[in-house]
């Protein structure tokens, strides 16, 4: 769980980070208080919530299995664990007949 937290803080930190860096490639202070007009700062928030919307966005669209796969829950075979798979292409059994 801590990994898409952490994923999507990193992607709320771009344009921030890249503002840092263009005060420090143009030799301004980066920690000096002019540098950060409170209109830049909420242009930046926008913008760095907009990119998180967007990365949950394509997270649901491009995340998880094809709509016609199977899922196998883990079982245990001949006293060996066998993690869960989605098997893609297959119809449930059951289903639409």
Same mark, same amino acid.
């Given at each position: 769980?801590?990994?898409? $937290? /952490?994923?999507? =803080? ?5 344009? @921030?980070?890249?503002? #840092?860096? +263009?005060?420090? &490639? ?18 930046? $928030? /926008?913008?760095? =919530? ?5 990365? @949950?966005?394509?997270? #649901?669209? +491009?995340?998880? &299995? ?18 869960? $798979? ?12």
């Amino acid at each position: 769980m801590i990994r898409p $937290v /952490l994923t999507e =803080l990193g992607i709320f930190l771009i344009p @921030f980070v890249a503002y #840092a860096l +263009f005060l420090i &490639a143009t030799r301004s202070g980066v920690f000096v208080q002019s540098s950060w007009p409170a209109h830049l700062v909420a242009k930046l $928030v /926008l913008g760095s =919530l907009l990119l998180v919307i967007v990365s @949950f966005i394509l997270l #649901a669209h +491009f995340r998880g &299995a094809p709509p016609d796969s199977t899922y196998v829950p883990a079982h245990i075979e001949n006293g060996k664990f066998i993690p869960g $798979v989605e098997i893609p292409g297959t119809e449930k059994p059951g289903a639409g007949k």
